[in-house]
């Protein structure tokens, strides 16, 4: 079957760096996703990967390991606004598979 | 400029009415979606659309029917709704390629009383 596993909950400081992680087993892989989602909104589209490494955006690095079935999100010089859940999705089988996200409060 | 626009934003109704909720995109994307996302907060998809073919049919009840007028509108239909109806319903729409990014709209809340 398909899994995607990510923490339900994290809490990390202003200022301070944090790592959501996400592990995966779906039918094909045609890249991973993150997505950031407000409370009350709609979720919006942060970074892609689709190769083993990783990806800067910013303050937002993605990384992946295929083999692993791994990828994390990195959070650098957090800020308030960046309390909101974070979604892990797969693109496999012509399919989009998401996780159940993981819930980040920044503390000031 | 909305992207994505779904109507209605809230949706109270009561247990076997029928209803239908609309989504629009002006990306000019040539897919679109529909996702479930309960109060847990798990986004769940349910269809999708492909150049006005269905390509995806996850088990969802067939009280539930997507509809496509043409490639920007997807709109879903729900006959005799049940209180475990009650939910978020994503539209979101994408561009065939590689990256496949997904653009949401706003959300519908539906309450089935």
């Known amino acids: 079957g398909q899994n995607i596993d990510q923490p339900t909950e994290m809490t990390a400081t202003e200022g301070a760096i944090v790592q959501i992680n996400c592990t995966y087993q779906?039918?094909?892989?045609?890249?991973l996703f993150w997505y950031q989602q407000h409370a009350g909104e709609a979720p919006t589209f942060l970074s892609y990967?689709?190769?083993?490494g990783l990806e800067e955006k910013g303050r937002f690095s993605s990384f992946l390991s295929r083999s692993k079935g791994y990828s994390y999100l990195l959070l650098k010089e957090l800020q308030m606004k960046d309390s909101a859940s974070y979604l892990c999705?797969?693109?496999?089988?012509?399919?989009?598979?998401f996780g159940s996200g993981t819930k980040l409060n920044v503390k000031p | 400029d909305t992207a994505v626009s779904q109507t209605p934003k809230y949706l109270v109704t009561q247990m076997g009415n029928d209803k239908s909720i609309k989504c629009e995109q002006n990306?000019?994307?040539?897919?679109m979606y529909w996702y479930k996302q309960d109060s847990k907060k798990f986004l769940k998809i349910m269809f999708s659309?492909?150049?006005?073919?269905?390509?995806i049919n996850e088990t969802v009840p067939n009280r539930f029917s997507p509809k496509s007028p043409d490639k920007a509108h997807l709109n879903l239909h729900i006959n005799s709704l049940e209180l475990g109806d009650s939910a978020v319903y994503f539209c979101?729409?994408?561009?065939?390629?590689?990256?496949?990014?997904?653009?949401f709209g706003p959300g519908t809340r539906l309450l089935v009383l």
């Open positions: 979101a729409s994408s561009q065939e390629g590689v990256r496949r990014t997904q653009y």
């Open positions: 779906t039918s094909g892989f045609n890249g």
């Open positions: 990967n689709v190769l083993d």
């Open positions: 999705a797969v693109w496999g089988f012509n399919k989009f598979y």
């Open positions: 990306l000019g994307h040539d897919t």
């Open positions: 659309y492909n150049n006005k073919e269905l390509i």
